[in-house]
């Protein structure tokens, strides 16, 4: 797949905003979404958002996203983050699967919502792994006492560090986000949060 990866980024190298949204598009449809994302992403002034963001899995997340009661277009602004949906997905520290769970925290989840016999082998299911994040997402939003920046924030870096984080008075969200001191996480939150709300 690396090898793919590469092969692809060379032969779409010169491509023109139309190709390059065709290219996409042919990801796309072979439900190669990361690809079709980075790739729409690179057109200069002709642009397509429903490559950009795709909504893969829809009647999964719409589910998980109702059942944990919160928003649709977050669960999969924090997803296009993770993930660009490859639900084979595994970090260099080893979260793994659509919504990029550590396997301690989706094994936590699991036990939380009850469900039974649940492995870590199960972490790169679709619907497990959709349900854990939408899970731990609604944890981390009542953790930070609604607020879905803060909890984007908790999503990343932990609950404990983004209460730290949190000032003593109310901030702006965007004053918040530029507050926080892990660059990759404000980065992170920023992304998310732009993702979610172009969703």
Do not use: C
Request: aromatic share 12%.
């Amino acid at each position: 797949r690396l090898e793919a990866k590469t092969e692809w980024a060379w032969a779409t190298r010169g491509f023109a905003d139309e190709q390059l949204l065709a290219a996409a598009e042919y990801a796309q449809s072979n439900k190669w979404y990361e690809m079709a994302i980075n790739t729409a992403d690179n057109t200069k002034l002709t642009h397509n958002f429903s490559l950009r963001y795709p909504t893969p899995y829809r009647e999964i997340f719409r589910t998980s996203a109702n059942n944990a009661g919160i928003d649709e277009a977050w669960a999969y602004g924090i997803t296009r983050q993770e993930s660009r949906f490859m639900h084979y997905a595994k970090s260099g520290v080893g979260a793994a699967g659509l919504m990029q769970l550590m396997p301690a925290t989706a094994k936590w989840a699991a036990k939380r919502m009850g469900m039974e016999g649940y492995s870590n082998a199960m972490i790169h299911d679709l619907g497990t792994n959709i349900d854990l994040g939408t899970y731990y997402m609604r944890y981390t939003l009542d953790q930070m006492n609604g607020k879905a920046v803060l909890a984007t924030a908790a999503y990343n870096a932990g609950p404990s560090r983004a209460k730290k984080w949190m000032a003593t008075k109310p901030l702006e969200a965007a004053i918040y986000i530029e507050s926080i001191p892990f660059a990759e996480t404000r980065a992170y939150v920023q992304k998310v949060m732009a993702n979610a709300q172009m969703y």
